[in-house]
């Protein structure tokens, strides 16, 4: 029997017992429904994680703040002992931590390794109007990073009294849409030491889209504006009042010396973090919910396969006449064991092909409704990203355990004495 034949011969027995392989064949197919819709998973929330590390700041920057910044409270609380040295910053929530001082500054520019190093100023508007409207503001972190996701428009120049709003900002601030706000004007609100306010204008440069890293939870100005944002906030006092500093920037010479040089920052008080590593607990949370969805998947492949082993065994054993026949008219023991495992595969075929197929189906038909639904405030996320080399090696795998479980039956058939065999009742 040549190898066509073995194969048509295959196929043919398969279908003798409808219901059964149609159990096996759906067992097999959940299985690989549910590696293919985990591996999209994965692969789609990665490539995002990815996306968002690249484009919200540089690689080899560090963003350094004090190892310990929660340290009193307003009220519940013991009184703290009086540090001259030390920096403290209000976060008007009843909470101050300490903040970077010149000479922490100092420091950081003293580490080899680090180049640049941008301290920045911790900022607390009074209030921000938009037309005849007042509202609450809090200022993020300036970044002249020009991959930041910007629904229209771009970051705040350095230099410039201008500022990056968020998309979810448009609406509430009176503007039509992200285009019609980029170029319009705000009023930011100041109050100095002295109690006094001061209006400053500023020109709103972007519109900025959410991402995981939160770049646009909050109006970002530029580093300069800030400055002097914050010369006004410190005004007014009898006493000059030292430098303050939210956190720094960093850049590394070279990134991948970031490991020795957040060792030295630890040793003077410090920590400092990569766009990587804030990200990194997200990414680790994420495949570790990808590797239990897998697991999953893989015991009922397994379930799967036990299936497969079951059905050819009952097929071996309804055969037994037949098998001592093929023996009988010259077939070997290597061609009834190749018959069998065709046969698994067969079935293992069925169910990947249709089980990968579904998946990849249902997972762009997924990413849709949910970009426009539930994960309307991340754009660019594609919650499901399915790469042909990975579906295939899925399906090889799918294969693979199939052919695994076949073996024993296919042993058992091709070990029969034909005499015996053709005895068989």
Not at 47 to 59: K, L, M, P, Q, S
Not at 114 to 134: F, K
Not at 185 to 211: L, P, Y
Not at 358 to 372: F, I, N, P, R, S
Request: glycine share 12%.
């Amino acid at each position: 029997m040549r190898g066509r034949d073995l194969v048509g011969s295959a196929v043919t027995s398969t279908l003798r017992g409808r219901i059964r392989t149609v159990l096996t064949v759906v067992a097999v197919f959940i299985g690989a429904c549910a590696l293919t819709l985990t591996s999209g998973m994965g692969t789609g929330v990665n490539r995002y994680i990815d996306v968002t590390v690249a484009t919200f700041g540089d690689a080899s920057a560090l963003y350094v703040q004090k190892s310990q910044p929660l340290i009193e409270l307003s009220a519940g609380s013991g009184p703290q002992k009086y540090d001259p040295d030390s920096t403290q910053i209000a976060t008007g929530f009843g909470v101050s931590f300490v903040g970077l001082s010149d000479q922490d500054v100092a420091t950081i520019e003293g580490i080899d390794g680090v180049g640049e190093v941008a301290p920045v100023y911790n900022v607390v508007p009074t209030y921000l109007q938009a037309g005849q409207e007042r509202f609450q503001l809090t200022l993020g972190i300036p970044v002249d990073s020009e991959g930041v996701q910007m629904a229209s428009g771009s970051v705040a120049a350095e230099g410039a009294d201008e500022l990056a709003i968020p998309d979810t900002w448009v609406t509430d601030l009176g503007f039509g849409s992200p285009q019609e706000a980029v170029g319009a004007t705000v009023q930011i609100v100041m109050t100095n030491k002295a109690g006094q306010q001061q209006e400053f204008d500023a020109r709103v440069s972007g519109v900025t889209q959410a991402s995981l890293a939160g770049v646009s939870r909050n109006p970002i100005p530029s580093t300069s504006f800030n400055e002097r944002l914050y010369a006004y906030q410190v005004s007014g006092s009898p006493e000059e009042i030292p430098a303050s500093y939210i956190m720094a920037r960093a850049i590394m010479d070279d990134a991948g010396r970031a490991g020795p040089i957040q060792a030295q920052l630890e040793e003077a008080g410090m920590i400092g973090l990569t766009v990587e590593d804030q990200l990194g607990m997200f990414r680790t949370v994420i495949n570790a919910i990808i590797w239990i969805l897998n697991a999953c998947a893989i015991i009922a492949l397994i379930a799967a396969g036990l299936g497969i082993v079951n059905t050819l065994l009952m097929s071996v054993q309804e055969r037994t006449r037949e098998i001592g026949l093929m023996k009988a008219m010259g077939m070997s023991g290597p061609k009834v064991f190749g018959l069998f495992s065709l046969e698994a595969v067969f079935i293992g075929l069925l169910g990947a092909v249709l089980g990968a197929a579904t998946g990849v189906a249902a997972g762009t038909y997924l990413t849709q409704v949910l970009a426009e639904g539930f994960l309307a405030g991340l754009p660019g996320l594609s919650l499901f990203t399915f790469q042909a080399p990975r579906i295939a090696l899925i399906v090889a795998a799918v294969l693979t355990i199939a052919f695994a479980a076949g073996t024993i039956p296919a042993v058992r058939a091709a070990r029969k004495d034909p005499i015996t065999a053709l005895r068989h009742e």
